[in-house]
């Protein structure tokens, strides 16, 4: 939609002279008599702080939403398929009173002015819709404004920020006198796209105390709010007028007992005092941290915690506390991880909407979490970022350069709407999304040789697997961050590209486009020949010498002989962890669940070696890390080891969909009980309700209770048998 949809007349609007890091206070005014309802549209390009006289009407949040904001920054040699700008809508109503009124906005930086992207410069426009006694009437920013400066003087999205209000004068409220300011400057109006989405913003979720635990190398003092986090702590400072106030930011602590820099990632926040002993905090940047040093005179009063608003809709529980701390971790990481309408990659170093990470962990969060609103608004940045030239999609959506593949990350158009439609059973997101589908298909044809895909586009990266343990020379010093991949790049792109074909194959069923399927079957089929001739080793069965996973990309797609499932899974037993990056841990986890190899799928994820879920468990971990090996993690916060938390779901509790099936509305309860798991427990929220299934084992028995909501069709499956389940609770108990 247009501009004017959402705001009629009204103009953008901001300071006369503008830079990437000018903050700015906007304040209007208004007037109205028996209030009745007042509703405000409003942007403040980057991030905006808006308060009705006086009081923050989105306290703790970074508004608007992310997304490829308008058609400045696209890549080089590529036009992206569309802007928008999420418009957010407020009923200020309880925030109004009979008389004159003040609106101010508190604007400037955040993705809008990232130092990667530069979209513009600092901008608001707001509609205020009011009904009083006298009807409708409306009140538009224009150049009766008034523009003041800001209390936040220096700042970098990612790393830091600093506010001064030595000389600056409280002025959100409608008391203050703005007849010194200049009056607002009219602005260039973006060319994009207004939208409305649903998609949950980021919001206070909860407060952690903090204690004291030594003294920093910067001298200050060093806080502990007890786990990973991304929000900031909440600062008093108690020096007179001018005293500055510094506080660094870490996930870890050195040796010495200070914040340990290698995992601080430059995060800084500083106040100016003004010596009242006001309460502050960051306003346009979040921080990724557990630790922080505070130098100079000031007290924190708590650590915020802050992230998108969505809500847990999953429990899981066990006796086997691997698997309990790896389904609680993977939430906490996750959430930790979803900010701005986008799943990030770390919440510090880059922040960014990688579509490799993200369609990697979609079906986890889906599984755990009240994430389809978000995802939605997420698939249609991934939408936004796609070539209208080439078909090619974007390492990070909205786009910002960075490094990725041509199959893990691309793949995220076809991925993402199908874990969508399978978990709410919606189809209208797999149709929206079909031709975009089916031209990054020819992206990838147009970038193959031979029948694999051994390019993307020109002077960009073209990574297969990520973050691979060193694990066949741990002699050597490897610190390059694709070194350590010993799988070719080739074969797990092409992997990635004939699973996005036999998903097109489902999907075009689907939409009743079945003359489309035979085409995507015979490319698949030529993939995977050309697999098989590049990688596989006739003579022993394995594919790249049965390393990093490569075994299970193939036994996947059906390819091998009877030796190769068999030197996978011998391998495993033997080896006893994983040795995989992040796309062959997932793929390795489900192929063995769905062979019948559930023991050693739950060995792999609960051992308690060098690498796995349980040796960052043991070192203290609060959020996943980057790596395997914490060692070499640069960020304590990411999320893309979390994919096989589905599979708790899916397999160890057993809650399937009947094949053909989508928004289980229909249930296949098949639980793979294992031999070391005496108890284990879980629910998820469907479409239609909840559904729960847990065990006991007892005495050579094992009882199951199985709950399936109202208006679900289920059977329940074990050891060979089959049994009808209805509505409501269920219980069995068999012999084991």
């Known amino acids: 939609m247009k501009q004017e949809f959402f705001f009629h007349n009204a103009k953008w609007v901001g300071a006369a002279e503008r830079t990437a890091k000018t903050f700015t206070v906007l304040r209007g005014r208004f007037e109205i008599e028996g209030v009745r309802k007042v509703t405000l549209r409003v942007l403040g390009l980057g991030f905006f702080k808006c308060y009705i006289n006086g009081s923050c009407i989105n306290p703790d949040t970074f508004l608007p939403l992310s997304s490829d904001f308008e058609g400045s920054c696209d890549p080089c040699d590529e036009v992206i398929t569309g802007h928008r700008i999420y418009v957010p809508s407020f009923d200020i109503t309880p925030y109004v009173r009979d008389g004159e009124n003040v609106i101010a906005l508190h604007f400037g930086g955040g993705w809008y002015t990232h130092k990667c992207r530069v979209f513009g410069l600092p901008k608001a426009i707001y509609r205020i819709s009011a009904e009083g006694a006298d009807g409708v009437r409306e009140f538009v920013s224009d150049e009766n404004c008034r523009v003041g400066s800001s209390y936040v003087t220096e700042y970098d999205f990612v790393k830091y920020e600093t506010q001064d209000f030595s000389a600056w004068t409280a002025c959100f409220g409608a008391d203050f006198d703005d007849g010194g300011w200049a009056s607002a400057a009219l602005t260039e109006a973006p060319d994009t796209e207004y939208c409305e989405t649903d998609c949950p913003p980021d919001a206070l979720i909860g407060e952690l105390p903090v204690k004291e635990v030594g003294t920093g190398a910067n001298g200050g003092t060093v806080y502990d709010c007890g786990q990973n986090t991304t929000g900031y702590p909440v600062l008093v400072p108690g020096g007179e007028m001018g005293e500055r106030v510094s506080v660094y930011f870490s996930e870890a602590l050195s040796p010495e007992g200070g914040i340990d820099p290698r995992h601080a990632h430059g995060q800084k926040y500083e106040v100016v005092s003004d010596g009242t002993g006001r309460t502050v905090q960051p306003e346009f940047t979040w921080y990724g941290f557990r630790y922080f040093e505070v130098v100079g005179n000031a007290a924190p009063k708590c650590v915020k915690v802050v992230h998108a608003d969505v809500s847990v809709a999953s429990t899981f529980d066990s006796d086997n506390e691997t698997l309990n701390w790896t389904y609680r971790t993977f939430i906490h990481t996750m959430l930790c991880n979803m900010h701005t309408g986008h799943p990030s990659d770390c919440p510090h170093l880059e922040r960014r909407g990688y579509t490799g990470d993200g369609q990697l962990t979609c079906h986890a969060a889906l599984s755990t979490l009240d994430a389809k609103a978000f995802y939605e608004k997420w698939m249609q940045d991934i939408g936004d970022c796609q070539d209208v030239l080439s078909g090619h999609i974007q390492y990070t959506a909205p786009y910002i350069r960075s490094g990725g593949g041509p199959g893990g990350w691309g793949c995220a158009i076809i991925e993402v709407p199908y874990q969508l439609y399978l978990h709410y059973g919606e189809k209208e997101i797999l149709a929206g999304y079909y031709p975009q589908m089916r031209r990054y298909i020819d992206y990838l044809e147009a970038h193959s040789e031979f029948g694999l895909v051994t390019s993307d586009k020109a002077g960009e990266w073209c990574l297969g697997d990520w973050c691979g343990p060193i694990i066949l020379y741990p002699e050597k010093d490897i610190t390059s961050h694709n070194q350590q991949v010993m799988l070719p790049a080739p074969m797990v792109n092409t992997y990635f590209t004939v699973k996005s074909l036999l998903r097109l194959c489902e999907i075009a069923r689907i939409l009743g486009r079945e003359e489309d399927i035979p085409a995507y ?90 690498q796995g879920y349980e040796h960052w468990r043991q070192n203290g971990a609060t959020t996943f890390h980057e790596y395997w090996d914490s060692n070499r993690s640069r960020s304590h916060s990411h999320p893309m080891f979390g994919a096989p938390v589905a599979y708790f779901f899916e397999y160890l509790l057993g809650i399937g969909q009947k094949a053909g099936t989508a928004g289980y509305t229909s249930l296949v309860i098949a639980p793979r009980t294992v031999s070391k798991c005496a108890r284990m427990s879980g629910s998820m929220t469907t479409p239609n309700g909840t559904v729960a299934v847990s065990y006991v084992k007892e005495g050579g028995r094992i009882r199951f209770r199985i709950r399936i909501p109202a208006a679900t069709e289920a059977v329940f499956r074990y050891a060979g048998q089959e049994y009808a389940l209805y509505d409501g609770d269920n219980e069995f108990t068999l012999d084991l």
């Open 521 to 610: 079957e015979e490319k698949a089929e030529t993939r995977k020949r050309a697999i098989r001739a590049a990688y596989f080793n006739t003579f022993d069965g394995n594919f790249v010498m049965n390393v990093q996973g490569a075994n299970a990309y193939a036994v996947d797609l059906g390819l091998g002989n009877e030796k190769t499932l068999a030197n996978m899974v011998s391998y495993y037993r033997k080896l006893g962890y994983y040795d995989t990056g992040i796309f062959a841990t997932d793929i390795l986890t489900r192929v063995l669940f769905e062979r019948g190899e559930s023991e050693l799928a739950f060995d792999l994820l609960t051992n308690n070696g060098r």
